[in-house]
């Protein structure tokens, strides 16, 4: 039986307050999963914990079989083109039997960009 889990991957910062919209993300995300069958988790990929490593063993260990990874970035910037393909690798590696497949980023997807708009928008009314 195919499980499916979804690693939503952040940049991190030191400040922790910062990770508080990707954890909001990560809830919401993981009740609508949750009923579907599907796990979720979070990880960033500097200064905050899990590291993706980690968070991808702790999905591993709930059963799932196969990983949809889903950048929480704006842009498919450096991390997204050369860090994560290298990290989903070592996953691949340290995973054999777990298919690890990479998602877009989040901003360049019509929905996200239309919701950024709608909030500027909202944001910028006096």
Not at 15 to 33: N, Y
Not at 41 to 69: K, N, Y
């Amino acid at each position: 039986m195919t499980r499916t889990g979804i690693l939503l991957f952040a940049h991190g910062a030191r400040d922790p307050a910062w990770a508080q919209p990707f954890q909001a993300v990560a809830l919401r995300l993981s009740e609508r999963a949750q009923a579907q069958g599907h796990e979720v988790t979070l990880a960033f990929l500097e200064f905050m914990s899990p590291d993706i490593l980690a968070a991808g063993a702790d999905l591993v260990s709930r059963g799932c079989t196969q990983v949809v990874v889903v950048p929480l970035f704006l842009g498919a910037g450096g991390h997204v083109r050369k860090d994560l393909p290298r990290l989903l690798e070592e996953l691949g590696a340290a995973h054999p039997g777990v298919r690890w497949r990479l998602s877009a980023a989040v901003g360049e997807t019509d929905i996200l960009i239309q919701g950024m708009a709608d909030a500027a928008w909202s944001l910028a009314q006096p």
